[in-house]
């Protein structure tokens, strides 16, 4: 019962929210707020219950629930996140009030999806929670309906329905490889039987891995789909974009992290794929952050990194179980566990500090905002902390976890003879992109809070803002940041690593070694290094201040995915029906075909018996046709007044009335409802996408 008040409480939680917000927004406001504190107390009590629940009947396979140590830690994070995130919120939308019904409606349902994923017990139960709460969150990404935020939601929705559709195929060959997607049942058959499948069977399970890599991986901001990542949180507003940053790519994460450790432990090959697919997300991420002029851009690109960082642990935790290495695995599992906490903490004391920069200055440029901090003390000491977190100094909690992981690699050099050379080079891309964090992290920082701005007069106004925020806000911004120095020692770390993992030996992990100071300062030094050379020999100019020179070139959307998806693949359909319809053998075929198809068509209808049959079964198909079109009208019409509202199009030109520029505008005319409104389209194909989905499972599992 327990789990159910976790899972589907916000669901109600949220349609309350939105029928308050008729009547009374302040109300709303702190309902929302309230509701996220009691879903944050039902998550403690998971720690002393740790029920599980199974709901048979649902979806043929039923959903399960589930909880230990790892889960119960992360449902409580998750609402905690939610709790802070939506007090700061009530202060970041003072000023701005349209949609908010909306936007507090969506985040509970969000709530409890999420609770849901990370409460999952078995492959199906996370999909369907994972598949609504890509659809819920599309709405923070366009929630502020601009230009950049409309395109950035359709690349978010695009990258979703696809890994989605990647994601069930992954779900039916682990389903026919394995014969189950529950995860207790996956780890059972990986330990006890792990010859029985033989090569077509372990090649559907391999095959269904990597579908479900890369399905998760498009939420967790993998590299080669992390492109939604850097567009969808600097136009998101920032209490979204803490979330989007600090718990939805988790989400992501959990799905690979629970795959890899119950279905394919111990193989090489889906080890490998990991670490590559990390490795290459960790240093791409944490170059496009130090490149950035965008301080939300640059966040988000570090959150890439970070996500790096733990699919690097993930794969070393699977390459290590494969030779053997007990203690290696301890490090790894722990290692990426505790990264994924202290990231997710960490995103949310830094995404709010950009939310107080937005509210006060709505800008982002580093030029723009360059002195903001200078003389606003808690305020600079709570985005420190946050810095030095992410940085992995010691005695924060950024450098606990990735002294594991980094660990992990060295355990691997040794154990793993047969890649010991790659692994010696992805110590060194772990090491440089640590380098990396800190480089842009102390970029941000001296811009923000040291440096002064080229303006005079409005560093002057800058300096005279003593406060920023007002008393909710700086309890969620600097209550957060508190947390950074906390999990900083290794005690609290160490047992928090035990708590879920399991594993006591980690307890006996020494953080201030010397080694492992030194694998740490190694990393700290190449990120002054790059600061120094990189960031203010060529990424900063005294007349220009910070520039980007990032090519747009290497734009992977604008360049590859959009032109591949829009020009190239239309052409070539286009040339496979036109070679088709010239094809002098399968062209008669094609006729006689459907001549035959005709021919069976009207033969009902000259028959004495079937003619009756065959318009009755058309009356009924033409009501139930009726009753499903006046269904869909309807929640058109719901979604246009509630989720999405439709621009006005615009009046039409007819200054020149020739023939052909007549043609035009009225095929311009024609078209502009369906292009504004696109986002109405996405959303209705989603949900016919989810009933697609649903009718599948119910044939096939």
């Known amino acids: 019962m327990l789990i159910l008040l976790i899972v589907f409480g916000p669901v109600v939680m949220g349609f309350v929210s939105y029928i308050l917000g008729r009547r009374n927004e302040r109300l709303r406001?702190?309902?929302?707020?309230f509701a996220a504190a009691a879903e944050m107390v039902l998550t403690i009590m998971l720690f002393r219950t740790g029920p599980s629940f199974f709901a048979g009947g649902i979806l043929t396979g039923g959903l399960g629930f589930t909880t230990d140590g790892f889960r119960s830690v992360y449902a409580l994070i998750t609402a905690f996140m939610w709790t802070l995130t939506s007090l700061f919120a009530r202060e970041y939308f003072e000023e701005e009030r349209e949609g908010l019904n909306r936007y507090w409606f969506f985040i509970l349902v969000t709530l409890g999806a999420t609770e849901g994923v990370m409460?999952?017990?078995?492959?199906?139960?996370?999909?369907?929670?994972?598949e609504i709460?890509?659809?819920?969150?599309?709405?923070?990404?366009?929630?502020?309906?601009?230009?950049?935020?409309?395109?950035?939601?359709?690349?978010?929705?695009?990258?979703?329905?696809?890994?989605?559709?990647?994601?069930?195929?992954?779900?039916?060959?682990?389903?026919?490889?394995?014969?189950?997607?529950?995860?207790?049942?996956?780890?059972?058959?990986a330990e006890n039987t792990p010859d029985r499948t033989g090569a077509v069977q372990s090649g559907l399970m391999l095959s269904g891995g990597i579908c479900i890599l890369l399905g998760f991986g498009a939420k967790a901001g993998m590299v080669p789909v992390h492109v939604w990542l850097p567009k969808a949180h600097p136009v998101a507003p920032s209490p979204a974009s803490a979330l989007l940053s600090g718990i939805l790519t988790k989400v992501g994460i959990y799905g690979i992290l629970m795959t890899a450790a119950n279905a394919l432990p111990a193989d090489e090959r889906f080890g490998l794929l990991i670490l590559l697919l990390g490795g290459v997300t960790m240093a791409l991420g944490a170059v496009l952050a130090l490149f950035s002029v965008n301080l939300k851009r640059t966040l988000a690109c570090s959150s890439m990194s970070q996500i790096g960082f733990i699919l690097t642990g993930t794969g070393m935790m699977v390459l290590l179980e494969a030779a053997g290495s007990e203690e290696g695995v301890i490090l790894a599992v722990s290692g990426l566990m505790l990264h994924m906490v202290n990231h997710s903490l960490i995103k949310l004391t830094l995404f709010m500090a950009a939310g107080v920069v937005v509210m006060n200055l709505h800008a982002l440029d580093l030029n723009t905002i360059r002195g903001f901090g200078r003389n606003k003390v808690l305020f600079k000491i709570s985005f420190a902390l946050g810095a030095l977190g992410i940085s992995g100094v010691p005695f924060f909690n950024g450098y606990i976890s990735k002294t594991m992981l980094h660990e992990s690699i060295v355990e691997g050099i040794h154990e793993c003879g047969a890649f010991s050379g790659m692994l010696s080079v992805m110590e060194w891309v772990f090491l440089i992109s640590g380098g990396f964090t800190f480089?842009?992290?102390?970029?941000?920082?001296?811009?923000?809070?040291?440096?002064?701005?080229?303006?005079?007069?409005?560093?002057k106004r800058y300096d005279a803002q003593s406060g920023c925020m007002n008393r909710f806000s700086a309890a969620a911004v600097y209550g957060s940041s508190l947390l950074m120095p906390v999990l900083g020692q290794p005690f609290v770390m160490t047992h928090l690593a035990e708590h879920m993992t399991g594993k006591e030996e980690i307890l006996e992990f020494h953080a201030f070694s010397l080694e492992n100071l030194k694998g740490g300062f190694t990393s700290l030094a190449i990120g002054a290094f790059i600061y120094l050379v990189l960031?203010?020999?060529?990424?900063?100019?005294?007349?220009e201040g910070y520039v980007d020179l990032w090519p747009s070139a290497l734009d992977l959307e604008d360049r590859v995915y959009r032109p591949v998806l829009t020009r190239l693949l239309p052409g070539i359909c286009g040339n496979?029906?036109?070679?088709?319809?010239?094809?002098?053998?399968?062209?008669?075929?094609?006729?006689?075909?459907?001549?035959?198809?005709?021919?069976?068509?009207?033969?009902?209808?000259?028959?004495?018996?079937?003619?009756?049959?065959?318009?009755?079964?058309?009356?009924?198909?033409?009501?139930f046709g009726r009753i499903f079109d006046m269904a869909t009208?309807?929640?058109?019409?719901?979604?246009?007044?509630?989720?999405?509202?439709?621009?006005?199009?615009?009046?039409?030109?007819?200054?020149?009335?020739?023939?052909?520029?007549?043609?035009?505008?009225?095929?311009?005319?024609?078209?502009?409802?369906?292009?504004?409104?696109?986002?109405?389209?996405?959303?209705?194909?989603?949900?016919?996408?989810?009933?697609?989905?649903?009718?599948?499972?119910?044939?096939?599992?």
């Open 535 to 543: 960031v203010r020999k060529v990424l900063y100019r005294k007349k």
């Open 633 to 701: 009208d309807s929640l058109i019409v719901f979604l246009r007044s509630t989720v999405v509202k439709e621009k006005k199009v615009q009046g039409i030109s007819r200054s020149h009335p020739g023939l052909l520029r007549t043609i035009g505008t009225e095929l311009s005319g024609a078209m502009r409802p369906i292009t504004s409104n696109f986002t109405f389209a996405l959303m209705m194909t989603c949900i016919g996408i989810l009933i697609i989905f649903c009718a599948l499972i119910f044939a096939l599992i």
């Open 133 to 189: 709460l890509s659809f819920t969150s599309f709405t923070w990404v366009i929630h502020e309906e601009t230009k950049d935020a409309v395109k950035a939601g359709y690349t978010y929705l695009f990258i979703a329905v696809i890994g989605g559709l990647v994601l069930f195929m992954g779900l039916l060959l682990m389903q026919e490889g394995a014969g189950t997607l529950v995860y207790s049942e996956l780890k059972q058959i």
């Open 119 to 130: 409460l999952s017990a078995d492959l199906m139960t996370s999909f369907v929670f994972f």
């Open 29 to 33: 406001d702190w309902f929302v707020v």
């Open 576 to 623: 496979i029906v036109r070679i088709f319809g010239e094809n002098r053998i399968l062209t008669p075929l094609c006729r006689a075909g459907l001549f035959a198809a005709g021919r069976a068509a009207a033969v009902p209808g000259e028959n004495k018996i079937l003619k009756p049959v065959c318009r009755a079964a058309f009356l009924i198909a033409g009501i």
């Open 439 to 459: 480089a842009y992290m102390l970029k941000i920082f001296i811009c923000v809070f040291v440096e002064k701005n080229a303006d005079p007069a409005l560093q």
